[in-house]
């Protein structure tokens, strides 16, 4: 496949949209689209194609500067409603991290753990206006003689507090099963014994990296749809891998992609951003995030065309196979086959549970056209893209 | 034909009663039992699926707690709070009963009251930890 030559540039599109012409649509509507009218045509008719995704995503934090006291503190050990943050910043700056359990969790020695409380929790009670409980403690300097603060803070009492979640928004993800002789408790929620249930985790043809493939419309700068307010991309995520393999369609068979996104946390919604509670695994934040993709060319009407049975992932063992660090595929299965709700295994019917939720992606695809429709929000151009492969 | 799903507990001395051969004999009532156990401090817990005609169910129960039987009906008991809930699924995989169901293709979770049979595998599964019991949980431990 060539690059096809760009016929339609990001600063027409958004010309389009101060103009109130521009023509959104949702990628699963676009799957239709390209399906009845072809790439070229629907390239010439389609400006953008708006995708979502809602899951818990762990590698998820918060900058937090909780402002100076009188006297001021240069923070040792800061917890937030008891979640331990990361310090190591300057004085009154901490990195809260999405899995951090609270002190005195019991963890997983009441196996399995419930994981009740967590940074994802402590995020989701300050989107969601709640007042939180802040201490720090310090050994104390002579410019930062204090050596404790206790305070109840809300979002609105923060100076500052940005999201900036390191990996985000897999593209593409395993379905987990356990060939083991007991229940396990994952990452990719509760599995059953002797492949009794097979979990899998993205939105398929909503999903933003699975409508880009090659990553050719995003990257640094690129604004985006994040936990109900408008945030940006602003690199590969950690574990970017564009050199996972790829079917002939170009879409990745394993996970591959990753995005490393940025906002801020006051303009967010605590539907759109909220903690999560893996049973026997630890806490989490479920992010939303949705990618508006400019249909620039007919290379990428084609790309957002993808549809559910297109998108393929593997099946691998949870139970003895992945805690061994193997990850060897036991079949391959589509994600209009996961979505039916039975995949066939070894012979067998297995119910296929989702723990991403196809519900809260559409809504967040359809939040987002809402808003490039009535000019609440222009795309932008991506100042230096993510890392990709030749296709 | 009558039936609902209830969540019966007896005190220590009771828990020896032929109840569920009482109900089929002089209620002409059917049952199905879902969960039965004896907890330490003795007390007796049993969720039931009862049957018949309405009348005889309400003797039925009427029987059971005159015998010193708390009866509950679980519906009412296993709650899901909507605002909470992600619309994920994850539940749906340690759902015995269907009563937490996904309606395709909307991909929507829905919960069955009628259908819940009160396990609680839900309340624990539930990342966004939208499913609650609302009775006295120190009885189950």
Same mark, same amino acid.
């Given at each position: ?69 009188k ?23 901490v !990195? ?11 963890l ?9 409380y ?8 300050l ?9 720090a ?10 050596q404790?603060?206790e ?15 390191p990996?985000?928004a %897999? ?13 396990? %408790? ?28 090659? !990553? ?6 690129t ?15 950690t ?10 369609n170009g ?5 591959a ?10 303009g ?39 549809s ?12 003895n ?7 060897k ?26 723990m ?12 987002l ?23 | ?28 009532? =059917?049952f =199905? ?38 009866v509950? =009906? ?10 909470? #809930?992600?619309?994920?699924g994850?539940c749906?995989?340690? #759902?015995?009963?269907?009563a937490?169901?996904i ?10 009251k ?9 309340? =624990?599964? #539930? ?5 609650s ?9």
């Amino acid at each position: 496949m060539a690059q096809k030559k760009t016929f339609k540039t990001i600063q027409e599109i958004n010309q389009k949209i101060r103009q109130g012409k521009v023509v959104v649509v949702t990628a699963d509507e676009m799957a239709d689209i390209v399906r009845k009218k072809g790439p070229e045509k629907a390239a010439r008719e389609i400006d953008v194609v708006t995708t979502g995704t809602f899951a818990p995503m762990c590698s998820s934090g918060a900058f937090i500067n909780f402002g100076h006291s009188k006297p001021p503190i240069k923070a040792l050990r800061v917890w937030l409603n008891g979640v331990q943050a990361y310090a190591g910043l300057a004085a009154v700056d901490v !990195y809260l991290g999405a899995t951090e359990a609270v002190k005195d969790d019991p963890l997983n020695k009441i196996y399995p753990g419930q994981f009740k409380y967590g940074g994802g929790h402590v995020i989701h009670d300050l989107v969601a206006g709640k007042k939180i409980t802040l201490k720090a403690t310090a050994y104390g300097t002579d410019c930062y003689p204090n050596q404790l603060v206790e305070k109840r803070v809300t979002l609105a009492d923060l100076p500052s507090a940005m999201l900036l979640n390191p990996r985000n928004a %897999y593209q593409n993800y395993n379905c987990a099963v356990n060939l083991g002789k007991k229940t396990i %408790y994952t990452y990719m929620g509760v599995l059953k014994p002797n492949a009794g249930n097979a979990n899998y985790a993205t939105s398929g043809q909503l999903s933003p990296l699975l409508n880009d493939p090659f !990553y050719l419309t995003m990257g640094l700068g690129t604004r985006i749809f994040l936990g109900g307010a408008q945030g940006y991309i602003i690199g590969p995520g950690t574990q970017h891998n564009p050199k996972a393999k790829r079917g002939k369609n170009g879409l990745p068979l394993t996970p591959a992609g990753t995005l490393m996104v940025m906002g801020d946390l006051k303009g967010m919604k605590p539907e759109w951003i909220a903690g999560a509670s893996l049973l026997g695994y630890g806490c989490s934040l479920a992010v939303g995030i949705g990618v508006p993709i400019p249909i620039i060319n007919e290379q990428m009407a084609r790309f957002t065309g993808v549809s559910d049975e297109d998108i393929v992932t593997q099946i691998i063992d949870y139970g003895n196979d992945y805690p061994r660090g193997e990850t060897k595929s036991l079949g391959q299965v589509n994600y209009a086959e996961l979505k039916s709700g039975t995949i066939r295994f070894r012979g067998e019917d297995v119910p296929a549970v989702p723990m991403s939720s196809y519900v809260k992606a559409l809504k967040i695809a359809r939040i987002l056209k809402g808003w490039i429709e009535k000019g609440d929000f222009f795309l932008t151009e991506p100042q230096v893209m993510l890392p990709t492969v030749p296709f | 034909m009558y039936s609902k799903i209830l969540a019966l507990r007896f005190p220590e001395e009771i828990v020896d009663e032929p109840i569920t051969v009482n109900l089929v004999r002089n209620f002409d009532l =059917s049952f =199905s039992i879902l969960k039965a156990t004896i907890y330490p401090r003795k007390e007796g817990f049993m969720v039931l699926e009862l049957s018949g005609e309405k009348s005889a169910f309400q003797k039925g129960v009427r029987y059971l707690k005159d015998l010193g039987v708390k009866v509950e =009906s679980i519906g009412q008991d296993i709650r899901r709070d909507d605002e909470k #809930c992600f619309q994920c699924g994850a539940c749906t995989a340690v #759902c015995p009963t269907g009563a937490l169901h996904i309606k395709r293709p909307e991909m929507e979770v829905l919960f069955d009251k009628d259908r819940c049979v009160a396990c609680e595998l839900c309340v =624990s599964a #539930c990342m966004a930890r939208a499913m609650s019991v609302t009775f006295d949980k120190t009885l189950l431990s």
